[in-house]
C-alpha cells in the first residue's frame, strides 16, 4: 500500500477513482484499488463507459440480450451503464458503511442533453435513482443556471447529487445555496436530511487549459510567468467560500437539524501540459474534508512520487486572490473564461453522450446480427 497515499487520505482528502468499467468490477480491480490504493469513491461519465464497451469482451453477454430483445439504443445505455453503477455501489458498500456513509459513493450522470431542462433533469435523476438502487450512489447534475433548481429539487427529494462542471466562484456559491434550499425543503417535508448527501466537483485542470491558452495569444514574459497557476489558485478561493458558506447560521441550523456538508470535489485533476508536475493537481489541493476524483494515471503517479505536505490550501488563500488579480492586469477576463468553460463542458458531455449512443448502437447491431 502506498504510504503517499495513506498520507493523503490522512490529511482529510477522499481520494475516488474516475473511472469504471465492467472489467474492473468483474476481475476484482476496483475491489483491490479500494484495498491497496485508498479508493474510497468512483465517478463515472459517458466518456468512460465508451471507452470501457469499446475494449475487450465484458459487456458481449448483455449486448447480445438486448439485441435479442429489440430493445432501442437509449434504454440499452441505461441498462449497461446502471448494471455498472449498482455493481460498483455494491463494492464500495463496506466502505459506505464504515465511514458513517460519507464515502464509498459512486455517481452516474444525467443524460447532459438535458442540462438547460430542469424538468427533464430532475426526471432523469428521479428515474437513475429508482434504477440503480443503492444508498451509496450520486446523481450527476451539472451546474447550469437551469440545473439549480434541479439540484434543489433532487435535494428536497432525498437524492443525493454530485453536482459537476462548477469553473466559477459565483456558480459555486450558487450551489451551495441550491444545497441548502433543498435541504430546508426536504427538512420542511419531514425527511431525515441525515441521509441525503452531495459532493461539488470544481473543475480545475480545464481551467488552466483555458487561460493558458489566452496568455499564450498575450504574448508576453509577464503573461508567460502566470501560466499554469489559475487552477490552483481558483480551487483554492473555492475552498475559501466553503468554508465561509458554511460557517453561516443558515448552515448551522441545517447541521443542527443532523445535515451533512457538502463537499469540494477537485475534478478534472489529471494535468494536461505535460511541462507541469503530474501530480500538481493532488499536491496542491490538499483540504480537510475534500474529495479528489483521479484518473488511473493520476493516482498511480500519486502514489509513486506525489509530494503531499500537509494542508496547502487554508494558508494560501492571499496568493491565489494575488494571482487572480494578475491575471485580470494581464487582459484575462475571468467571466469570460468560467463562460466557455461551461459552453464547452456541455457540449463536450452530450458529444461523449452521443460518442456512447453510437458505441452501443453499433454493438447491438453486430450483436444482433451475429446471432
Same mark, same amino acid.
Given at each position: 500500500?502506498s504510504?503517499?497515499?495513506?498520507r493523503? /487520505?490522512?490529511e482529510?482528502?477522499?481520494?475516488?477513482l474516475d473511472d469504471?468499467s465492467r472489467?474492473?468490477?468483474?476481475?476484482?480491480n476496483?475491489?483491490?484499488l479500494?484495498r491497496d490504493?485508498?479508493?474510497?469513491g468512483?465517478? /463515472?461519465?459517458?466518456?468512460?463507459f465508451?471507452k470501457a464497451l469499446?475494449?475487450? $469482451?465484458?459487456y458481449d453477454?448483455q449486448?447480445r440480450?438486448?439485441?435479442?430483445r429489440?430493445v432501442?439504443?437509449?434504454?440499452?445505455?441505461r441498462?449497461?451503464?446502471t448494471?455498472d453503477?449498482?455493481?460498483?455501489?455494491?463494492?464500495l458498500?463496506?466502505v459506505?458503511?464504515?465511514?458513517?456513509?460519507?464515502?464509498?459513493r459512486?455517481?452516474?450522470e444525467?443524460?447532459?442533453?438535458?442540462?438547460?431542462?430542469?424538468e427533464?433533469?430532475?426526471?432523469?435523476?428521479?428515474?437513475?435513482?429508482?434504477?440503480? =438502487?443503492?444508498?451509496?450512489l @450520486?446523481?450527476?447534475i451539472?451546474a447550469?443556471l437551469e440545473g439549480?433548481?434541479?439540484i434543489?429539487?433532487?435535494?428536497?427529494?432525498?437524492?443525493?447529487?454530485?453536482?459537476?462542471l462548477?469553473?466559477?466562484?459565483?456558480?459555486?456559491?450558487q450551489v451551495?445555496?441550491?444545497?441548502?434550499?433543498?435541504?430546508?425543503?426536504?427538512r420542511?417535508?419531514?425527511?431525515?436530511?441525515?441521509?441525503?448527501?452531495?459532493v461539488? /466537483? @470544481? @473543475?480545475?485542470?480545464?481551467?488552466?487549459?483555458?487561460?493558458?491558452?489566452?496568455?499564450?495569444?498575450? =504574448?508576453?514574459p509577464?503573461?508567460?510567468?502566470?501560466?499554469?497557476?489559475?487552477g490552483?489558485?481558483?480551487a483554492?478561493?473555492a475552498?475559501?467560500?466553503?468554508?465561509?458558506? @458554511?460557517?453561516?447560521?443558515?448552515?448551522?441550523a441545517l447541521?443542527?437539524?443532523?445535515?451533512?456538508?457538502?463537499?469540494?470535489?477537485?475534478?478534472?485533476?489529471g494535468?494536461?501540459?505535460?511541462?507541469?508536475? =503530474?501530480t500538481?493537481?493532488?499536491?496542491?489541493?490538499?483540504?480537510?474534508?475534500?474529495?479528489?476524483?483521479?484518473?488511473?494515471?493520476?493516482?498511480?503517479?500519486v502514489a509513486?512520487?506525489g509530494?503531499?505536505?500537509g $494542508?496547502?490550501v487554508r494558508?494560501a488563500y492571499? =496568493?491565489a486572490?494575488?494571482?487572480m488579480?494578475?491575471?485580470?492586469?494581464?487582459?484575462?477576463d475571468?467571466?469570460?473564461v468560467?463562460?466557455?468553460?461551461e459552453?464547452e463542458?456541455?457540449?463536450?458531455f452530450?458529444a /461523449?453522450?452521443k460518442?456512447?449512443?453510437g458505441?452501443?448502437e453499433?454493438?447491438?447491431a453486430d450483436?444482433?446480427?451475429?446471432r
Amino acid at each position: 500500500m502506498s504510504e503517499i497515499l495513506q498520507r493523503l /487520505s490522512s490529511e482529510g482528502v477522499a481520494i475516488w477513482l474516475d473511472d469504471i468499467s465492467r472489467d474492473r468490477l468483474r476481475t476484482g480491480n476496483l475491489e483491490g484499488l479500494v484495498r491497496d490504493r485508498q479508493v474510497v469513491g468512483v465517478t /463515472s461519465n459517458p466518456t468512460i463507459f465508451a471507452k470501457a464497451l469499446s475494449k475487450g $469482451d465484458a459487456y458481449d453477454g448483455q449486448l447480445r440480450d438486448l439485441a435479442v430483445r429489440g430493445v432501442d439504443v437509449e434504454e440499452a445505455v441505461r441498462m449497461i451503464t446502471t448494471y455498472d453503477i449498482r455493481w460498483g455501489c455494491d463494492v464500495l458498500r463496506p466502505v459506505y458503511e464504515r465511514s458513517d456513509h460519507v464515502d464509498g459513493r459512486v455517481s452516474i450522470e444525467v443524460d447532459p442533453r438535458l442540462a438547460r431542462d430542469a424538468e427533464k433533469t430532475v426526471a432523469e435523476a428521479r428515474a437513475l435513482w429508482w434504477t440503480v =438502487d443503492r444508498p451509496n450512489l @450520486f446523481i450527476k447534475i451539472p451546474a447550469t443556471l437551469e440545473g439549480l433548481p434541479a439540484i434543489t429539487q433532487a435535494i428536497s427529494e432525498g437524492i443525493s447529487v454530485n453536482v459537476t462542471l462548477i469553473f466559477s466562484l459565483e456558480r459555486y456559491g450558487q450551489v451551495i445555496d441550491a444545497y441548502f434550499e433543498g435541504l430546508e425543503k426536504a427538512r420542511a417535508a419531514g425527511r431525515d436530511i441525515s441521509q441525503i448527501a452531495s459532493v461539488a /466537483s @470544481f @473543475f480545475v485542470s480545464r481551467v488552466d487549459t483555458e487561460i493558458d491558452k489566452r496568455l499564450d495569444k498575450i =504574448d508576453s514574459p509577464e503573461a508567460g510567468a502566470l501560466k499554469g497557476k489559475a487552477g490552483v489558485a481558483n480551487a483554492r478561493l473555492a475552498y475559501a467560500l466553503y468554508e465561509e458558506k @458554511f460557517a453561516s447560521d443558515r448552515w448551522k441550523a441545517l447541521k443542527d437539524a443532523g445535515a451533512r456538508p457538502q463537499r469540494p470535489l477537485w475534478a478534472s485533476t489529471g494535468v494536461k501540459d505535460p511541462s507541469l508536475p =503530474d501530480t500538481l493537481y493532488v499536491d496542491e489541493l490538499v483540504a480537510p474534508g475534500t474529495v479528489n476524483t483521479m484518473p488511473e494515471a493520476t493516482l498511480e503517479a500519486v502514489a509513486d512520487h506525489g509530494r503531499i505536505r500537509g $494542508d496547502s490550501v487554508r494558508g494560501a488563500y492571499d =496568493d491565489a486572490r494575488a494571482h487572480m488579480a494578475a491575471l485580470k492586469e494581464a487582459g484575462v477576463d475571468y467571466d469570460d473564461v468560467v463562460r466557455v468553460l461551461e459552453e464547452e463542458g456541455v457540449d463536450k458531455f452530450e458529444a /461523449s453522450w452521443k460518442e456512447l449512443l453510437g458505441t452501443v448502437e453499433r454493438e447491438l447491431a453486430d450483436k444482433g446480427g451475429a446471432r
